[in-house]
């Protein structure tokens, strides 16, 4: 919008740089690309180049593959970032345009609305105590999954599916151990198979996240996050391997149910981006990229609406379909994927068997590496040919393996 020429205020509840989202997340080449198209360099927000070729992805002690990034937006590989230097690249950015004003430490707290019920501005207070009101044609709540402009506007959950929500706690550590197979380094996912999994990021400034998730039904922490968090560690030998001579050294971020919804996108002089519009488990690393594609898309509407080319309700109405198609199917696959992968414990035959067949087979990889990156449309991603052909070549293989034959997937020693 700025480059557009359109007047934004944007207003920030924190002070720049320095807060903290609750996110600790990877950067896949879709983001990069959507991050290139505003102007923002790679260096800044991955300064000290924490590239990776891709992830392990470990069954418990079954076997593990690797699902390496393809090469599609000319990279070939994903970022682990620190959220403070991303999101003070995308602050700082912003003064490029003289158009764009910007205000920390003002937290938006109720709706103005005109005599026919339309938004058209808000009411908030500095960090200070000293209330202030600006007004707006519209007003964009890009304020995160708990969004005050959602609620304030009354904003309908159009479609939740609670099912498949997850606990997940994260803090960052010092001194983890790499992860390094197949002469590459890499982003360690560790399933237990058993409705819990870890995940290790490593980030800037030498730190790196070290997440653990569980089933929402199976959260349980008498103790407190922080046992829980530690001892939900120690059940993984092979992150806690990893983390032997590591010191952690934030406290815990995270939260006990993370939801999976759409919301209404837009309503009368309002309109929702980001996690205040739609919601899903960060199992996928999705969430920065469907944000700048649902900014994206909102911009160029709200655009055409103030140069006259639309009227309100027409721009708002192609908001709505576009952004909603651009995630949706994403957002179902990943469902699927939390479905199979953290809602179902696989017997031991089948986890050697059928699963193995499929997450190590090189096309299911190549084609999971182009949905992560949204290079193919989510829906049918895994067709059945895909899955019949993984299977039957995996089934093969072990009928014609032979004694000492190379089997990359199996799990180095403990
Ligand atoms: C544990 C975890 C891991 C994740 N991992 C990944 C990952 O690997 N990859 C990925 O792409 N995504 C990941 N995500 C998801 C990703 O963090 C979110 O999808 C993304 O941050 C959404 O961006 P947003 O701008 O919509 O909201 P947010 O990042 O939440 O930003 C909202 C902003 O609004 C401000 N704000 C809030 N209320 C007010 C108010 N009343 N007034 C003024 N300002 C306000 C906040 O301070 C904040 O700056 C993860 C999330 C979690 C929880």
């Not at 403070?84 to 490029?96: F, G, P, S, T």
């Not at 929500?165 to 550590?173: E, G, K, R, S």
């Not at 995940?199 to 929402?216: D, E, F």
């Not at 059945?384 to 089934?395: D, H, K």
Request: hydrophobic letters at 40%.
């Amino acid at each position: 919008m700025g480059a557009a020429g359109l007047e934004v205020l944007i207003l920030e509840k924190d002070t720049l740089p320095g807060r903290s989202v609750v996110s600790c997340p990877l950067l896949l080449s879709s983001g990069m690309q959507l991050l290139d198209e505003i102007g923002i360099e790679e260096s800044i927000y991955a300064p000290d180049n924490t590239r990776f070729a891709g992830v392990a992805l470990e069954m418990s002690e079954y076997f593990r593959t690797f699902v390496e990034i393809p090469d599609v937006y000319g990279r070939h590989f994903l970022y682990g970032i620190d959220r403070q230097v991303l999101d003070e690249a995308l602050w700082k950015n912003l003064d490029r345009f003289s158009n764009v004003t910007q205000l920390e430490n003002f937290s938006v707290r109720e709706l103005q609305k005109n005599e026919e019920g339309r938004v058209n501005g808000v009411i908030g207070m500095f960090k200070g105590g000293e209330s202030q009101a600006f007004s707006a044609n519209c007003v964009i709540g890009a304020d995160g999954r708990h969004s005050i402009v959602a609620r304030k506007a009354n904003a309908v959950v159009t479609e939740e599916v609670t099912q498949y929500n997850t606990a997940v706690y994260y803090a960052y550590w010092e001194g983890v151990e790499p992860y390094k197979a197949l002469e590459k380094e890499w982003v360690q996912i560790h399933s237990g198979c058993n409705g819990f999994s870890a995940v290790v990021i490593p980030a800037s400034k030498g730190l790196t996240g070290v997440l653990a998730q569980c089933r929402h039904d199976y959260f349980d922490a008498p103790a407190g996050v922080d046992e829980w968090y530690h001892s939900t560690l120690q059940s993984f030998p092979r992150v806690l391997g990893r983390l032997k001579n590591a010191r952690q050294v934030t406290a815990l971020s995270g939260m006990k149910n993370v939801g999976n919804l759409f919301r209404q996108a837009s309503g009368k002089g309002w309109a929702l981006a980001g996690d205040a519009y739609h919601q899903k488990d960060s199992y996928d690393a999705q969430g920065i990229y469907d944000a700048l594609l649902g900014a994206k898309i909102l911009a160029s509407q709200l655009t055409d609406w103030k140069e006259g080319k639309k009227s309100w309700d027409m721009a708002m109405e192609s908001y709505n379909s576009e952004v909603h198609d651009a995630l949706h199917p994403m957002f179902m696959s990943t469902l699927d994927r939390l479905k199979r992968e953290m809602f179902s414990s696989p017997s031991p035959k089948m986890a050697n068997g059928l699963l193995r067949w499929v997450l190590t087979n090189k096309k299911y990889r190549e084609r999971f590496g182009l949905l992560a990156t949204r290079s193919i449309p989510p829906k049918n991603w895994a067709s059945p040919a895909v899955m019949i052909s993984a299977i039957l070549s995996g089934a093969v293989s072990d009928i014609r393996r032979k004694r000492n034959q190379e089997e990359w997937w199996k799990l180095p020693a403990l």
